[in-house]
């Protein structure tokens, strides 16, 4: 079975500083893929970034980047310098490979940018 | 069209009665997926489609619940016999298909069985 788990339920933070958020994932499959999904307040959920289990290298993307550990089965996420339009509810999810490629979403941590 | 496209975007309806959820993939999508995002419950997945067959249907909570595809393109949800815990937001996903790609989301169809 999968599980996707976001520990942090809710984050506040200061505009500027950084902010990470935390998944950990669990599957049994040697493929898999991991990814980051943003739902602000209009409620879409907007993809950020997808990740496979055989890339480990980590990602940076303007002031988002990523860190994999397959050794932690984590998959966090950093906002550098973080603004009042990040918050949203932030989405890490896990798709098992072969099967049904459905996603596995955790619950969700609802970052709060204040100015 | 250029994004994925379901309607309506908000339906209040009577306990009891049936409603029917629609969605419209990204052209040329040939994968589709339901979720079910209620309150506290995080976002659950209900059934994929490759083209017009449902290889997974293991999400669909009861036998109230159905969805079809037709022509490779636009899905319906069905509920029959309404109950208050359906009351969620009810998104829909495409994707290019297998050998899994990033999936597009729709704003979603936000249920309320009162």
């Known amino acids: 079975a999968q599980k996707v788990t976001q520990a942090q339920t809710e984050i506040s933070v200061v505009e500027k500083e950084d902010v990470t958020l935390d998944c950990v994932y669990e599957t049994r499959d040697t493929t898999y893929y991991l990814f980051w999904y943003k739902q602000p307040p209009s409620g879409e959920l907007v993809f950020l970034i997808r990740?496979?289990?055989?890339?480990?290298q980590n990602e940076i993307s303007g002031r988002y980047s990523w860190n994999f550990q397959k050794s932690t089965s984590s998959f966090n996420f950093t906002i550098t310098a973080s603004q009042v339009v990040d918050s949203a509810v932030y989405f890490c999810?896990?798709?098992?490979?072969?099967?049904?490629?459905?996603?596995?979403f955790g619950k969700g941590t609802k970052l709060t940018v204040n100015p | 069209g250029a994004g994925v496209s379901q309607s309506p975007s908000n339906k209040v309806t009577e306990k009891g009665k049936d409603v029917e959820l629609r969605c419209d993939p990204i052209?040329?999508?040939?994968?589709l997926y339901w979720y079910r995002q209620s309150l506290g419950q995080g976002l659950e997945f209900l059934i994929y489609?490759?083209?017009?067959?449902?290889?997974?249907k293991s999400g669909l909570p009861s036998d109230r619940f159905s969805a079809e595809r037709t022509g490779g393109s636009v899905s319906t949800l069905t509920i029959q016999r309404t109950q208050q815990e359906d009351s969620a937001v009810y998104l829909c996903a495409s994707s290019l298909g297998q050998g899994y790609t990033e999936a597009f989301f729709g704003q979603g169809t936000r249920l309320t069985v009162v």
């Open positions: 489609f490759q083209g017009n067959s449902a290889p997974d």
């Open positions: 999810a896990l798709s098992p490979r072969g099967g049904s490629e459905k996603l596995v």
């Open positions: 990740r496979n289990s055989f890339d480990e």
């Open positions: 052209s040329g999508h040939t994968a």
